[in-house]
């Protein structure tokens, strides 16, 4: 289906949109942008511009850097999850040979992160992270000082050096711990370990469902595991002075560039103005690093004050156990059904185990908010009531990790679904089809409003592959052979591309939206674009660059994109929710058109004929419409705009450059998609084997099939993680079990099966490209398509799984009839 | 530095002489005192494979060699890979048209590996190099298409040879 197959609905088309006014109205709809252009570029898996050097080892990433007499850094951390710091004795330390420098909190005397949201007391607490833990630890690995030396080496003799004695408290390791009577409280400020507690949505008629609910009534207890992003790259800095600049450079792993530099600038006490954060090569990201991590700032801090070069990487075993974590959460989820099969009402309990500190820029709300705004899903829930908390705990603190509670919701409502399924004699797949929403645009009773999709093809279609490849008859076989297959679906839509609007209404104080482009056209045609979004493996410099080429009709090996550079971009959010194609894409969509209007205007006045008689004529030059025989090329024109500028038109000014922004209006826009999935369970070891692993996706207009199938793919491998293998657990000290890859298990290629993918495309109205954002949504169908599969294999077992990671034992139990 | 020693090591068809502590891993020597940055370290306990290299033509994890170890072999890194002025090799060409790279981060590792695979076992299925692979960990790409590229090395290599 493609937008023009759906015509602009009456608002009132449909029955279940909520009244103009309430929460659900959005005043004016968002002005329609992509305007059907496609060219030669963008469609094309063209060969990756960051392929040559990543393949040849002349890629530069952080650890990479060496820079004329650079220190090392590295961090002496709590070794216990909850305690008072009684004493802390660093001169031992610095008389380890090789060691430079050792500072505790008080040496540095810092500022805090602080992330806050526009949210009253009762709702929201905050609570302040300092850089270096001052008189007391709330988290196993929680930096307490930084130690610098000559080399890595010399830096962890440092480490060991140091003496720090704790007066130990109780932890709390659980959200059920958190918030029992008389718990540990972790932050002062939040005597009840709630950091957050909003109860988003109440709306009419919810008690009345249930109370009258003429099909059935379900209700499910679903709960993720800790998971850790873990981009292959972990996290590092190198901070410089720099006097002449008068400024300290952060060369640094992040995904938000410019928050990076706001904070440092912050805790420091300095002008934003004397620090620059520039980006290397980065070696996934996935989220974690879309937060600032006080090791960045104690680095620059660092540096500072030694005018000298600091470098911290930081290890595996720091970044299993202190890097941030996520999805740790725990749904209590209601749900009424009338007769036919469609849901009523919609009533959940969320409670997200933030762990010991709230992040800048997010918050520790941004999972239960997220979560509380889209549990509806793809489906027509005609009353929903919400409660969503973010509870505090001694473990390490939690970022937005690729999907941000999506994969959790998603499980939540989905296991809803299959349940009702069950309970009502109906298939799973029949249920999803009489709920999903298939008239668009849809204003769902959360107040959002749903651009048009494929929900309902992409689970037919999805469907029909089991069914064509004969899964169905082959479960059946398996079965009378005493082998458990089981079918699983999961369908799903993920708002992408949050823009200003969207994420003010999550009422952070920090509103991230919009995004910057720059580009400037050199004397030989060729352009350098710059982005706020950073690419940390999702091939912005391909995809940008045909975007560029299409709009300007130039071969994408002309076009260079630069970002990761606080001086060069003005101002920028960085890249995660999928907003890079959608915002970054769009702003340097706007800022080719206008060079294209530059280029045009200049040609015109030097073919001396009317603007409106010349084109771009997508191969480099612009030419005259009525005589094309007259044609500038690109290069004749930049030699006027720079060499020649005397000849330029004079309301025109020298050099050929262009900016744009971009903020995508409203609600945002939802990709889609639909992941079938089938799974064996072994009798023998309760193993998971996934037989076939089927993507049906819509992310509107495709730049680069290549690179979006690369993101399904990856981003399903990471939610087949979680849904059967890795999980950070913590024992009841709050030490954390897993510290290597021997603990944590990540799945490797035998692990993850071939997956294929099917692309259906309704382009995106309002961004300049019709693309949506493809970033995320393998991670968030993949745990509860697997799941539901894995039921599907024990159905008669009379067991239901609702916890991920799924573990062999669980499966062992339920098939060998233990309890 | 404890009990320095000055050792030579044969990278990539150089000689080189360096001074380190014996404590000194190879994936350090490699990346810090030679400057072949190609080389990766994700998790310096001999899990992840970002670090593999070919000493004296087996896959070896660098950041459990201690460089003196290495004295005496042949070490080759991801640098060696390939030709002139920065062409790609076959293997390096397939993992660009396969998309078997997203940030690259594990990709020097994974063309070290499979250069050791496809040398061992020139036959290898796809079973086998999917079997083989499994020996190191890729975050982004879920895998299939650096099996994919991997495979169809092997069958050109194979058909070249035939
Ligand atoms: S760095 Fe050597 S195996 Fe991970
Ligand atoms: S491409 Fe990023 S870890 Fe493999």
Redesign the pocket.
């Known amino acids: 289906m493609t937008a023009t197959d759906v015509p602009g609905l009456p608002a009132d088309a449909d029955p279940d949109r909520p009244e103009p006014g309430g929460e659900g109205d959005h005043g004016t709809p968002a002005e329609p942008r992509f305007d059907g252009h496609r060219g030669r570029w963008v469609g094309a898996s063209i060969p990756r511009h960051e392929d040559p050097r990543l393949l040849t080892g002349r890629g530069r990433f952080v650890d990479d850097i060496a820079l004329t007499g650079m220190l090392h850094a590295g961090f002496v951390r709590a070794t216990v999850a909850h305690a008072r710091v009684t004493e802390l004795d660093l001169s031992a330390v610095r008389e380890v040979p090789g060691v430079v420098a050792a500072y505790d909190a008080a040496d540095l005397a810092l500022g805090d992160i602080v992330a806050i949201l526009d949210r009253p007391a009762e709702e929201f607490t905050p609570t302040a992270m300092p850089v270096l833990a001052r008189d007391k630890v709330r988290f196993v690995g929680e930096p307490v000082a930084l130690v610098v030396a000559r080399d890595p080496y010399a830096v962890e003799d440092g480490i060991e050096a140091a003496r720090v004695s704790y007066d130990v408290l109780e932890a709390v390791n659980s959200s059920d711990g958190a918030l029992a009577e008389g718990a540990p409280v972790v932050h002062d400020e939040a005597p009840d370990n709630v950091l957050l507690d909003v109860s988003m949505f109440d709306t009419p008629g919810v008690d009345e469902a249930f109370a009258d609910a003429g099909g059935c009534v379900v209700e499910v207890e679903t709960r993720s595991g800790r998971q850790n992003a873990l981009p292959l790259e972990t996290r590092g800095a190198v901070a410089s002075w720099d006097a002449r600049d008068d400024q300290l450079l952060v060369q640094t792993t992040t995904q938000v560039p410019h928050q990076v530099r706001t904070m440092v600038a912050r805790c420091l006490g300095v002008p934003e103005r004397t620090v620059r954060v520039t980006v290397p090569d980065m070696g996934g990201g996935f989220g974690q690093k879309c937060v600032v991590g006080r090791e960045e700032i104690a680095v620059a801090a660092a540096a500072q004050r030694l005018h000298r070069p600091v470098k911290w990487i930081e290890d595996r075993r720091e970044a299993l156990t202190a890097g941030f974590l996520a999805r740790e959460q725990h749904y209590r989820t209601r749900a009424a059904f009338d007769g036919d099969g469609h849901i009523t009402a919609l009533d959940v309990d969320i409670v997200c185990d933030m762990g010991a500190y709230s992040c800048y820029p997010f918050t520790a709300g941004i999972e239960p908010l997220m979560a509380s705004a889209e549990m509806p899903s793809v489906y027509r829930v005609p009353a929903y009531r919400v409660r969503g908390r973010a509870i505090t705990s001694n473990k390490a603190p939690t970022a937005p990790y690729r999907g941000v509670s999506r994969p959790q919701y998603v499980v939540a409502i989905e296991r809803v679904m299959e349940r009702a399924a069950r309970a009502l004699g109906l298939d799973p797949v029949e249920v999803r089809r009489r709920n999903v929403i298939t008239q668009f645009p849809y204003t769902g009773v959360n107040g959002v409003t749903y651009d048009p999709g494929t929900y309902r093809e992409s689970l037919d279609l999805a469907e029909a592959i089991l069914r064509d490849e004969g899964w169905y008859d082959e479960r059946d076989r398996a079965a009378a052979a005493g082998r458990h297959l089981g079918i699983g679906y999961c369908c799903f839509s993920e708002r992408t591309g949050y823009g200003s609007e969207a994420f003010a209404k999550r009422k952070m104080t920090v509103v991230p939206g919009f995004d910057l482009s720059e580009i400037r056209m050199d004397t030989t045609g060729a352009v350098v674009v710059t982005s706020g979004t950073m690419n940390h493996g999702q091939s912005h410099e391909t995809t940008f660059a045909q975007i560029v080429a299409d709009r300007l009709g130039i071969d994408t090996a002309r076009v260079k994109l630069r970002q990761g550079d606080t001086e060069r971009i003005a101002y920028g959010w960085g890249t995660f929710a999928s907003r890079s194609v959608t915002i970054g894409g769009s702003a340097v969509a706007l800022a080719s058109e206008r060079l294209g209007e530059l280029l045009c205007r200049i040609a015109a006045h030097l073919l001396e004929t009317r603007p409106e008689n010349v084109a771009l004529d997508g191969d480099g030059g612009v030419v005259q419409l009525d005589d094309p025989d007259r044609r500038l090329s690109y290069s004749d024109i930049a030699d006027v705009a720079y060499l020649r500028s005397h000849l330029l038109p004079k309301d025109v000014e020298p050099t050929l450059t262009a900016t744009a922004s971009f903020d995508v209006p409203g609600d945002g826009t939802f990709s889609n998609a639909t992941h079938a999935v089938v799974v064996e369970a072994d009798a023998g070891t309760g193993q998971i084997r996934i037989l076939r692993y089927a993507c049906v996706e819509d992310c509107g207009v495709v730049i680069h099939p290549q690179v979006v199938e690369g993101q399904c793919r990856g981003g399903i491998a990471q939610g087949i993680a979680g849904a059967l293998f890795e999980e950070v657990t913590y024992d009841a000290q709050g030490e954390p079990s897993a510290a290597s890859f021997i603990d944590y298990l990540v799945p490797t290629a035998t692990e993850i099966p071939d997956i294929s993918i099917a692309h259906l495309e309704t382009p995106c109205a309002f961004t300049a490209n019709g693309a949506k954002g493809a970033g995320e949504g393998g991670t968030i169908g993949a745990p509860a398509a697997v799941l539901n599969a894995v039921n599907d294999a024990l159905r008669d077992t009379g067991v239901e799984l609702d916890t991920t990671p799924i573990h062999p034992a669980t499966v062992l139990d339920a098939l060998e009839g233990r309890p | 530095m404890n009990d320095p020693h000055l050792l030579t090591l044969h990278v990539n068809g150089e000689e080189h002489e360096v001074v380190v502590e014996p404590r000194r891993t190879l994936?350090d020597v490699l990346r810090h005192d030679l400057r072949l940055t190609g080389t990766h370290?994700?998790?310096?306990?001999?899990?992840?494979?970002?670090?593999t290299v070919l000493l004296d033509d087996a896959p070896t994890?660098?950041?459990?060699v201690f460089a003196v170890q290495a004295e005496g072999a042949d070490v080759r890194t991801v640098e060696s890979l390939g030709g002139e002025h920065g062409a790609l090799s076959d293997l390096q060409q397939a993992f660009s048209d396969h998309h078997g790279l997203q940030c690259g981060f594990c990709t020097p590792g994974f063309l070290m590996l499979a250069e050791g695979v496809l040398a061992e076992q020139p036959d290898a299925s796809r079973e086998d190099i999917r079997e083989a692979l499994s020996a190191n960990l890729c975050r982004c790409t879920g895998y299939q298409t650096i099996v994919d590229a991997v495979c169809a090395t092997a069958q050109a290599r194979r058909e070249a040879t035939a």
């Open positions: 994936a370290v994700g998790c310096e306990h001999g899990v992840c494979g970002a670090c994890r660098a950041c459990l």
